[in-house]
């Protein structure tokens, strides 16, 4: 099963080099938002652009070279959970570096309002709840095919060594 390892290839590239570097920036940038610095302005382009590139990053990765028989059904569900966490992960970048230009614009003192800061809000949770579910979903897959084509993964859970 020469797909399944492809598979897993593009997944592990989306966790290792995508959702988990994001994971860090996202605190880094979170805590820089709450930072008092009363005689120097915040800059938040470093994240805008950060988030913008972890957008692009996972957009540009893709499983439609990967032929998938359709009977396999756990492949043909990886492949669907991950071309909907590729899509909730991207908004959730351009929710986000919204939400920190919007901070660049407040503190240059540009035209803003608290409706708008509550509707970026409110998008970027929406986001961030979708996203997640369709990450754990992924995940859920990753680990069911997984179990199915790797035996050593499979005796390593039998053992309690690793989770489902």
């Keep these: 099963m020469a797909y399944a390892d492809q598979l897993y290839e593009v997944v592990d590239r989306f966790f290792m080099q995508i959702i988990m570097p994001y994971g860090v920036k996202n605190g880094e940038a979170a805590v820089y938002l709450k930072k008092f610095t009363p005689f120097k302005k915040k800059n938040f382009d470093e994240y805008v652009q950060a988030y913008n590139d972890y957008m692009n990053a996972a957009e540009a990765l893709s499983m439609d070279g990967i032929e998938v028989p359709e009977d396999d059904e756990k492949a043909v569900y990886l492949k669907e959970c991950f071309h909907q966490s590729q899509k909730s992960f991207a908004k959730l970048c351009k929710r986000n570096a919204e939400f ?63 989770k489902i």
Aim: hydrophobic share 35%.
């Design 100 to 162: 920190y230009g919007f901070q660049n614009r407040k503190v240059r003192r540009e035209n803003i309002s608290a409706q708008e800061l509550k509707e970026i809000f409110v998008a970027l949770q929406a986001s961030m709840n979708s996203a997640g579910r369709d990450i754990e979903a992924l995940e859920k897959a990753y680990k069911e095919l997984k179990l199915e084509t790797d035996p050593e993964y499979a005796k390593a859970v039998a053992e309690g060594k690793e």
